[in-house]
């Protein structure tokens, strides 16, 4: 089992910056590509971005390129999402996700999922 604890969401305006943090404990962290999801209200669960196991690939949703970044500590089994030129429809929860070990781009596949953090930007 792993278990992932997000953090860092909250309330900010627009063009303000938050970093998101999801601590992971349980199984062996680099067994894990890891990801962020986002859901707002209303709205399916959409990919924001994803990390291969050791860092080496990222990937991003378009709505995203740019402004976010995602990175990961696996000394401190713990991964990042640092967002930037945040928008009001970027409002959402934030739910980290640890994926298959294998390399895929958007986690179609997710082991495990966190509780979420809440992020509302304002206009």
């Known amino acids: 089992q792993v278990q992932l604890v997000e953090s860092g969401g909250g309330l900010v305006q627009t063009g303000g910056s938050l970093r998101l943090s999801c601590a992971s404990s349980?199984?062996?962290?680099?067994?894990?590509?890891m990801g962020w999801f986002r859901q707002a209200p209303e709205e399916e669960r959409e990919f924001v971005a994803g990390?291969?196991?050791?860092?080496?690939?990222?990937a991003y949703a378009d709505s995203v390129k740019g402004r976010f970044t995602i990175s990961r500590d696996n000394s401190e089994n713990t991964v990042y999402l640092q967002m930037n030129g945040l928008k009001p429809e970027d409002t959402a929860v934030y739910c980290c996700?640890?994926?298959?070990?294998?390399?895929?781009?958007?986690?179609?596949?997710?082991?495990?999922w966190g509780q979420g953090t809440r992020v509302t930007v304002s206009s």
């Open positions: 990390i291969s196991w050791n860092g080496g690939r990222t």
């Open positions: 349980g199984r062996t962290f680099t067994s894990y590509a």
């Open positions: 996700a640890a994926g298959q070990l294998r390399w895929d781009s958007r986690l179609n596949t997710v082991d495990y």
